[in-house]
């Protein structure tokens, strides 16, 4: 009914720099809350960013000042801008959206995850 796909994961040198996006597909009459999470080997997924509807952003205190969350409604689509990147930040990111599917009717929806690497 909805998908998510993202995109911009990779290998990185730590100090640089990327973009994740993550568009959203389907049935959509309007998304709520987008965010991104991610889950590094042997850790629980952890919310790393996240935005309101209205454009209010939330950010888990290791990324604070160093990630941006935006969003382009008109494009339903959620960035993460990923700066002086930590070997620490290593992890698989996945996108999250509550998207609304019906006036009264909403569901939460996974992306399929995209490996974020940061070496040393």
């Known amino acids: 009914q909805v998908q998510l796909v993202e995109s911009g994961g990779g290998l990185v040198q730590a100090g640089g720099s990327l973009r994740l996006s993550c568009a959203a597909s389907?049935?959509?009459?309007?998304?709520?809350?987008m965010a991104w999470y991610r889950q590094a080997p042997g850790k629980q997924r952890e919310l790393v960013a996240i935005i309101s509807s209205g454009g209010s952003t939330n950010y888990v205190d290791s990324v604070k000042g160093r990630f941006t969350i935006s969003r382009d409604n008109a494009k339903n689509t959620v960035y993460l801008q990923m700066n002086s990147l930590k070997p620490e930040d290593t992890a698989v990111y996945y996108c999250?959206?509550?998207?609304?599917?019906?006036?009264?009717?909403?569901?939460?929806?996974w992306g399929q995850g995209t490996q974020v690497t940061v070496s040393t």
């Open positions: 389907g049935s959509i009459f309007g998304i709520n809350a």
């Open positions: 999250n959206a509550d998207v609304w599917v019906g006036v009264s009717r909403s569901y939460n929806y």
